[in-house]
């Protein structure tokens, strides 16, 4: 079965600086999905960036971006120039691209990091 | 993006008395939707996926008799718990799946059982 691991439970950034959030992850699968969500205080789930295995080129999106190491097993996300709105629960997860992977290939999550940024 | 909504957004009921929620697809069809639970400061917990005119697959441990899934059409599932107490109290959360895979979540309900 896969696992998602994030072992930073709570982190904090200076304003305009960079933090790296890490993931690691653990499948036999080839091919998969790797997603970091942001869940602010309001709860409302948000997806940051998508990261599809077979792409060997990291995703970014804006000031986001993640370093995909995919021997290593670890989708780390990087966020620049951080700004007091991305203080919020960052939760990485997994889902399977096997088209009879279990239950609709369901979001596997890691248990998040809590990232508060200071001003 | 995609959105979806869920209904109430909070609702407080008394013990032993069921409560429905609702999560609708607005500007998209889901063939799936998905029903978590979290609980403070804690990650999400799958509950049970439900797909369009069948019956919702149930994560081992969840009660499929306490929490009810219908998944009537393609923009709308509902969860009731029944007979509520207050161990159900929790933040829910319904996500549907787009036509491209991608997953959207909705704003979440706060259920308190007193």
């Known amino acids: 079965a896969q696992t998602v691991t994030q072992s930073q439970p709570e982190m904090s950034v200076q304003e305009a600086e960079t933090v790296t959030l890490s993931c690691t992850y653990d499948t036999s699968e080839s091919d998969y999905y790797l997603f970091w969500y942001k869940q602010p205080p309001s709860r409302q789930m948000i997806l940051v960036i998508r990261q599809e295995a077979y792409k060997q080129q990291n995703a970014t999106e804006n000031r986001f971006s993640v370093n995909f190491q995919k021997a290593a097993k670890s989708f780390s996300l990087k966020i620049s120039d951080s700004q007091l709105g991305d203080a919020a629960m960052y939760f990485c997860a997994y889902r399977s691209k096997r088209p009879n992977a279990g239950n609709n290939r369901k979001l596997i999550w890691g248990l998040g990091t809590s990232l508060g940024v200071n001003p | 993006g995609a959105v979806v909504s869920q209904h109430p957004s909070r609702v407080i009921c008394k013990s032993g008395t069921s409560v429905k929620i609702e999560c609708r697809s607005l500007d998209f069809q889901a063939t799936t939707m998905f029903w978590y639970r979290q609980f403070p400061k804690q990650s999400l917990m799958l509950m049970a996926t439900s797909n369009e005119g069948s019956k919702a697959t149930y994560e081992q441990g969840v009660e499929k008799d306490k929490f009810l899934i219908n998944h009537a059409s393609l923009t709308l599932s509902t969860l009731t718990v029944t007979s509520a107490h207050p161990e159900d109290s929790s933040f829910y959360i319904c996500?549907?799946?787009?036509?491209?895979?991608?997953?959207?979540f909705g704003p979440g309900t706060r259920l308190t059982v007193t």
């Open positions: 996500s549907a799946r787009a036509p491209l895979n991608e997953q959207y």
